[in-house]
């Protein structure tokens, strides 16, 4: 078998031994005869398997009991207009931190439902080099929520803490959910889709404060209330019952390690590719500023656009493939989720060294 390694940014790479599971239990799910895929999601076979999702998922972020966990559909994207068609009353405003592509996206698209501000923004010409400093939000008294992102899976930043707000935080947690340990507490809600650190497309999380669910206004539409699948157990209409059952095996496999060990593993990556960056200065240019560099995505830049553009290409020819920066930024990024083992990491080290010196 000749398994690349897989930087890509989203849909990413996923452990082996998750898909694996999958492979053995593709054709006669436990005995029934028949693949997950064709199960009723109403039946007993994939309701197990949802709950057991659902169960791996808050212990292993310890998500308190007054939360509510949804399994939905349409991304993050959706998401980033259901988050205020539920928090955001008419005659109040959100505010948003602006560190990114997804960010601004998130923004845009909360205006078309209600009143935003920006709280603080990181744009400097093109590029967003950080994330800001607590001391540099604007944040108002009443704002209905303050929301972010926690990961820049572009621009390559991350909030290493997060801000503590008056109003209820929400944060976009797409590119670095289940990668370290976050207090769920301090957040009323975290989406994200999954696609990225914990399973295949198709499935978004929603981990949210069941006051929040039931303070929401009943005008929408029932199938964006968060209250509608909060009380079905996301199971309202036919969930993405494989990208579900997916998702379990990787949440099953990620217990097994402990998420204490996969947040030290990801340290490690990180400082591995960004100290290989820091000590070949002269060669890869890192443009985040150190504070501010995503565990998650490490993106740089070489001399001149033609050495990127070999660079991707001698790399794929080395089985490390999805290493081309985002289309609106060019330059290389490596997407170091969790699947991507710190193996890996010191093979594109010691690639990067021979590409530099050849
Ligand atoms: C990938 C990504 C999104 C978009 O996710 P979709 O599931 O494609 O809608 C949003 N936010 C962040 C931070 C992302 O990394």
Avoid: C
């Amino acid at each position: 078998m000749a398994r690349v390694i897989n930087f890509n940014a989203g849909p990413a790479g996923l452990p082996l031994a998750p898909l694996e599971r999958a492979q053995r239990e593709m054709v006669d799910f436990e005995g029934t005869g028949m693949s997950i895929l064709e199960h009723s999601h109403r039946g007993k076979a994939y309701e197990a398997v949802h709950d057991e999702a659902i169960r791996l998922l808050k212990s292993l972020i310890s998500i308190p009991d007054d939360y509510d966990v949804l399994f939905l559909q349409g991304g993050a994207s959706q998401q980033f207009a259901v988050v205020p068609m539920n928090l955001l009353p008419k005659g109040k405003s959100a505010d948003y931190i602006i560190t990114g592509g997804w960010s601004e996206k998130a923004y845009e698209e909360a205006g078309r439902v209600g009143k935003v501000r920006v709280a603080a923004t990181t744009l400097d010409g093109k590029q967003y080099r950080r994330v800001p400093k607590e001391s540099e939000l604007d944040l108002a008294d009443d704002a209905a929520y303050v929301h972010l992102t926690s990961n820049n899976t572009l621009f390559g930043s991350q909030f290493q803490t997060f801000p503590k707000t008056r109003a209820p935080l929400v944060a976009d947690m797409s590119s670095d959910i289940l990668s370290r340990h976050v207090a769920v507490k301090d957040f009323a809600l975290i989406y994200a889709g999954a696609q990225k650190n914990i399973g295949p497309s198709g499935v978004t999380i929603v981990i949210v404060k069941k006051d929040l669910v039931l303070a929401a206004p009943k005008d929408i539409p029932v199938i964006f209330r968060y209250e509608t699948h909060a009380k079905a157990n996301s199971l309202y209409n036919t969930p993405p019952t494989f990208g579900i059952y997916l998702m379990r095996n990787v949440l099953s496999y990620l217990s097994e390690i402990g998420l204490d060990k996969v947040e030290a593993t990801n340290a490690q990556k990180a400082a591995a590719l960004y100290g290989a960056i820091d000590e070949m200065a002269d060669f890869y240019r890192g443009p985040v500023e150190k504070e501010s560099r995503s565990k998650m995505n490490v993106v740089f830049r070489l001399p001149s656009e033609e050495l990127e553009k070999k660079f991707v290409a001698d790399a794929a020819k080395a089985s490390m493939v999805g290493l081309a920066g985002h289309r609106s930024t060019g330059g290389i990024r490596a997407s170091i989720y969790n699947a991507v083992t710190l193996e890996h990491v010191e093979t594109l080290v010691a690639f990067m060294r021979r590409f530099k010196n050849a």
